[in-house]
Every structure is written in structure tokens, then in C-alpha cells.
């Protein structure tokens, strides 16, 4: 069984930045995946940045590229999505997934390949 929790949510300002983390317990294997989602009401739930925890597969939506930095501390077992210069868009509960499947490529951008989620942690841009 894997759990995950997120934190570091809160309300910022267009062009500000914040720094997401996702602590996860329990047995992970090191080519399985750690992904982060988001959901804005009434929209889809979609992919942002994937990272496994071991090699060097890194996946970013466009909408983030260049923007956000997805990287993990193994020691730690936690996965970090550091978020910069964020706009209005942004905006959304941010969730950390576990994808168990192992695999050497890129990680997978599909909600439905992640088995185990946590409750998520609000990011709020306004002006």
C-alpha cells in the first residue's frame, strides 16, 4: 500500500512562486513513477510533471514548461514540484499520484495509470 500527502498549497499572486511536496510511504519501486495532476472546477483532471524515482525520466505538460521543476529526494521518499512565475491559470487543487508499473521511458501522462493519489493541496493565483 502506498500513501501520499501533499502540502505547500496556498494563495499567491500572478508571477509568484511555491513549492509543492508530496511525501509518500510504503513500497515504491525505484522504476515506478511520481506524478503530479491538477483539476480547476469544472475542468478535467490533467497531467503536469512525472518523475521516477530512479533514472532520469522527466515529463512536463506544456502548459508548465519552463516554468515548474519536478525532482525527488529519495531519501526522503518525497517528490517536489517547484512552481514558478505562476499565472491565474495555474490555478487548481494539485494532486501527487503513484504509477507502480516500472519501466525505463517516459513516464506516463495518464491519470488512469496512477493507482494511488492523495488528497491534494490548493493553489490559488489571483491578483
Known amino acids: 500500500q502506498v500513501q501520499l500527502v501533499e502540502s505547500g498549497g496556498g494563495l499567491v499572486q500572478p508571477g509568484d512562486s511555491l513549492r509543492l511536496s508530496c511525501a509518500a510511504s510504503?513500497?515504491?519501486?525505484?522504476?515506478?513513477?511520481m506524478g503530479w495532476f491538477r483539476q480547476a472546477p469544472g475542468k478535467e483532471r490533467e497531467f503536469v510533471a512525472g518523475i521516477r524515482w530512479s533514472g532520469g525520466s522527466i515529463l512536463y505538460a506544456d502548459s508548465v514548461k519552463g516554468r515548474f521543476t519536478i525532482s525527488r529526494d529519495n531519501d526522503k521518499n518525497t517528490v517536489y514540484l517547484q512552481m514558478n512565475s505562476l499565472k491565474p491559470e495555474d490555478t487548481a487543487v494539485y494532486y501527487c499520484?503513484?504509477?507502480?508499473?516500472?519501466?525505463?521511458?517516459?513516464?506516463?501522462?495518464?491519470?488512469?495509470?496512477?493507482?494511488?493519489w492523495g488528497q491534494g493541496t490548493q493553489v490559488t493565483v489571483s491578483s
Open positions: 510504503g513500497r515504491t519501486g525505484s522504476r515506478s513513477a
Open positions: 499520484a503513484a504509477d507502480l508499473r516500472t519501466g525505463w521511458g517516459t513516464v506516463s501522462y495518464r491519470n488512469y495509470d496512477y493507482a494511488y
